[in-house]
């Protein structure tokens, strides 16, 4: 089992910056990739990002891409998304995720962590 914890959401006004954090824990060896997704009040959750958890592949959506940049710290067993010049329309629910080798769909979610950007 691996164990993922957000933190570091909050309220921004737009044009502002915010940076989450993904611990992971417990059989991290057996992750190929780290997510980040986010869900929105009345609307299916949608994907933001991926990283290789060997760090050397990201991947983003059209959305976000230019504006949010997803990394890890190896030694912390820590993935961030760092997000600049927000907008209101990223508000929403961001939720990490880890996916094992071979597989399509994410095994491990974090609990989650509320972005608000007002505008």
């Known amino acids: 089992q691996v164990q993922l914890v957000e933190s570091g959401g909050g309220l921004v006004q737009a044009g502002g910056s915010l940076r989450l954090s993904c611990a992971a824990s417990?059989?991290?060896?057996?992750?190929?990739?780290m997510g980040w997704f986010r869900q929105a009040p009345g609307k299916e959750r949608e994907f933001v990002g991926e990283i290789l958890w060997s760090g050397t592949g990201t991947y983003y959506a059209d959305s976000v891409k230019g504006r949010f940049t997803i990394s890890r710290e190896n030694a912390k067993n820590t993935v961030l998304l760092q997000m600049n010049s927000l907008i209101p329309e990223d508000t929403a629910v961001y939720y990490c995720a880890g996916r094992l080798r071979g597989h399509s769909a994410y095994d491990y979610w974090g609990q989650g962590t509320q972005v608000t950007v007002s505008s």
């Open positions: 417990g059989r991290t060896f057996s992750v190929y990739a």
